[in-house]
């Protein structure tokens, strides 16, 4: 689908819920769409917008943030435990939530659009007469690119180059 058709269906979700579209709700709608791998947090959708429509302020990028999470259009994700959350276009041909590859080195994040853990759903289940609706898994790592990198400069692959290692924070 592309952006055009996804701006759409977005739109008529928000319709039907009996939000108006505004200008500041389709442009910030729309740079979730530009930069949808990129995982983006508030403050960025924020600068991004802002950029397009100078007099959006924070509070309404967070309304609309709310919102879009709300009608579940987007899914809030937590990459570490530093508080900051990020936003990730839900899929609506996916029965749960994608998983997630993040590189401590560079700061890239992979999708895995597979779901790896039926089998601990059905243990879950029985063992415990749960039922799974959801989950979320992020692998902490090193990504292809930095491990041939830290071959490179003699540390072993699955060693974090201290020197280059992202600032979580900035996540």
């Known amino acids: 689908m592309d952006k055009a058709e996804q701006l759409d269906r977005i739109a008529e979700q928000l ?8 200008a500041q709700r389709t442009a910030t709608i729309a740079v ?21 429509v100078p007099e959006i302020g924070l509070a309404t990028v967070y309304r609309t943030l709310e919102m879009l999470t709300e009608l579940h259009v ?14 990730d276009l839900c899929e609506s041909n996916h029965q749960h939530f994608h998983h997630h590859l ?8 992979e999708e895995i659009h597979m779901d790896l853990l039926i089998a601990v759903e059905q ?8 039922s799974v609706l959801d989950h979320r898994l992020t692998f902490h790592g090193i990504c292809a ?3 041939q990198l ?10 974090l180059d201290t020197s280059r290692q992202i600032d979580l924070t900035q996540l």
Do not use: W
């Open 123 to 130: 243990q879950v289940r029985v063992g415990y007469a749960f």
């Open 150 to 159: 830290n071959q490179q400069n003699g540390l072993p692959d699955n060693q």
């Open 15 to 22: 319709q039907a819920a009996g939000y108006k579209i505004t």
């Open 102 to 109: 993040l590189c401590l080195q560079c700061g890239v994040v």
């Open 32 to 52: 979730i769409l530009d930069q949808v791998q990129a995982h983006l947090s508030a403050e960025q959708i924020f600068i991004a917008t802002k950029a397009v």
């Open 74 to 87: 987007l899914d809030k994700v937590q990459f570490i435990e530093d508080g900051m959350m990020h936003y």
């Open 145 to 147: 690119r930095c491990q």
